[in-house]
């Protein structure tokens, strides 16, 4: 059975940081691809972050340089730090996998940027 639970989030000022993290199981999570989106409140879930199974990573422009994504293989986890929040970064964020052709995802974490 796929799992992805997630751990971290909450309430920040902006110009804060925040560290998420994502850990799996049911995958074998060294030669799997790791993503964060985000949702906020009545807009589209968005690509945030991706790391591959050999830590090649990508970001979206808007938090390129302010986040990074970085996985631990011997945890079977993935984590997003999230550096100099602003508040259009408020949103909840969720780990995703792609895994026997399936999409995978974490229960979603709440992340408040305040002025």
């Known amino acids: 059975q796929v799992r992805l639970v997630q751990s971290g989030g909450g309430l920040v000022q902006a110009g804060g940081s925040l560290r998420l993290s994502c850990r799996t199981s049911g995958i074998n999570f060294k030669i799997a691809r790791m993503a964060w989106f985000r949702q906020a409140p009545g807009k589209e879930r968005d690509f945030v972050a991706a790391i591959s199974r050999d830590g090649t990573t990508n970001y979206t422009d808007s938090v390129k340089g302010r986040f990074t994504i970085s996985r631990n293989n011997a945890w079977n986890t993935v984590f997003l730090q999230m550096n100099s929040l602003k508040v259009e970064d408020t949103a909840d964020y969720y780990c995703?996998?792609?895994?026997?052709?399936?999409?995978?995802w974490g229960q979603g974490a709440q992340v408040t940027v305040s002025s």
């Open positions: 995703q996998t792609t895994w026997g052709s399936l999409n995978w």
